[in-house]
């Protein structure tokens, strides 16, 4: 999912809606996170930021493990992204 285009949402970072842009700072630019957090709906942002990155997180060890064959390390670092 690639993240919104400066086009897509110029309008609302203007300098008279600098909440936007402390929204975008604070939850990125993903288009469903961006829209949830718009309407007001953090908490759910929260809870789909925190699913995205955590299974991109595994998603990446289990890549990289199997790229460099790094065994235990990989058990490290899944322990380490559910911390």
Do not use: C, H, W
Not at 23 to 34: D, H, T, V
Not at 58 to 71: D, F, H, T, Y
Request: charged letters at 30%.
């Amino acid at each position: 999912m690639d993240p919104l285009l400066i086009n897509e949402y110029k309008d609302l970072i203007m300098p008279s809606n600098i909440e936007t842009l402390k929204k975008i700072l604070n939850y990125g630019k993903l288009p469903e996170i961006f829209t949830l957090v718009n309407k007001g709906n953090e908490n759910l942002a929260e809870k789909l930021l925190y699913s995205y990155i955590t299974t991109y997180i595994q998603e990446e060890v289990r890549a990289e493990s199997l790229l460099r064959k790094i065994g235990e390390y990989a058990k490290f670092l899944k322990i380490s992204a559910e911390e």
